[in-house]
């Protein structure tokens, strides 16, 4: 809900809450770190630049979207997807780093001078450029298919495909999931994962008519969708291993 956001208060209690959640994650990271012998950075979260420059541990960055500016498309940070050109592509990327550094950036410069001694990163950029010297890999967890790689982007940068957890070992698929892949060709599967809908009957609705327009058979992922009438050729399920699925 975005009118909490447009008050100070709001504002303010967020800004709060993000502090305390990366200050824990840091030290969370910390910990779990002391017999590492690789890191994995994810996204904003955790200090894992600062405890692999502090105590000489290899490491990457890990994202699910493109992260890496690029003149090639603009930020997948913003609310839409249209360009204006090339410098305004490199803008938006740029822009989203400092907006993300603003909120993240505070609170782990204080945690990396108390608990490593380290000094203050002045910006995201920054970061990132500290580990250029090591090589650092950057690894994208989405297929190439979907983003290609981009002539401006070095030879540091991975499209590896998605990442899937293992289904638990005594997880089974349900009968109607088999009898449906059984009955016909492969289908799309749509999920949205933690993402929210404002209107999820009116996203139902048109996932249900790009499926009807298309002659797809189609297994919908319910959360954040409602189970409305659908054809036999479409499927709702609440969850379902991605490994196992595809």
């Known amino acids: 809900d975005m009118t909490g956001?447009?008050?100070?208060?709001?504002?303010?209690?967020?800004?709060?809450?993000?502090s305390q959640g990366i200050v824990q994650a840091s030290e969370d990271y910390l910990?779990?770190?002391?017999?590492?012998?690789f890191l994995v950075k994810a996204g904003v979260a955790g200090a894992g630049a600062e405890i692999a420059e502090a105590f000489g541990i290899p490491m990457a960055f890990s994202y699910p979207s493109p992260y890496t500016p690029t003149r090639a498309f603009p930020s997948f940070w913003l609310p839409w997807r249209r360009s204006w050109g090339e410098d305004y592509n490199l803008l938006t990327h740029k822009m989203c780093l400092g907006m993300m550094w603003w909120g993240y950036g505070p609170p782990?410069?204080?945690?990396?001078?108390?608990?490593?001694?380290?000094p203050p990163w002045r910006s995201y950029a920054e970061m990132l450029h500290s580990r250029r010297r090591f090589e650092t890999p950057v690894l994208m967890s989405y297929s190439p298919a979907m983003v290609p790689p981009v002539p401006d982007w070095d030879a540091g940068q991975h499209?590896?495909?998605?990442w899937f957890l293992d289904p638990p070992l005594d997880w089974r698929p349900p009968a109607a999931v088999l009898?449906?892949?059984?009955?016909g060709p492969p289908p799309v599967f749509v999920g949205f994962g933690s993402t929210r809908s404002k209107n999820p009957q009116r996203l139902t609705r048109e996932l249900l008519r790009a499926l009807?327009?298309?002659g797809q058979r189609g297994i919908l992922?319910?959360?954040?969708?409602?189970?409305?009438?659908?054809?036999?050729n479409v499927l709702y399920v609440d969850e379902i291993p991605y490994g196992w699925l595809f």
Not at 179 to 183: A, G
Not at 221 to 232: D, E, I
């Open 108 to 118: 782990l410069n204080r945690w990396r001078a108390e608990h490593l001694g380290l």
């Open 5 to 18: 956001l447009m008050n100070a208060g709001g504002y303010r209690a967020i800004r709060q809450e993000l």
């Open 31 to 37: 910990g779990a770190s002391q017999d590492a012998d």
């Open 221 to 232: 992922a319910v959360g954040q969708l409602v189970r409305l009438p659908a054809p036999p």
């Open 159 to 162: 499209a590896t495909g998605y």
């Open 212 to 214: 009807e327009s298309t």
């Open 179 to 183: 009898q449906f892949l059984e009955d």
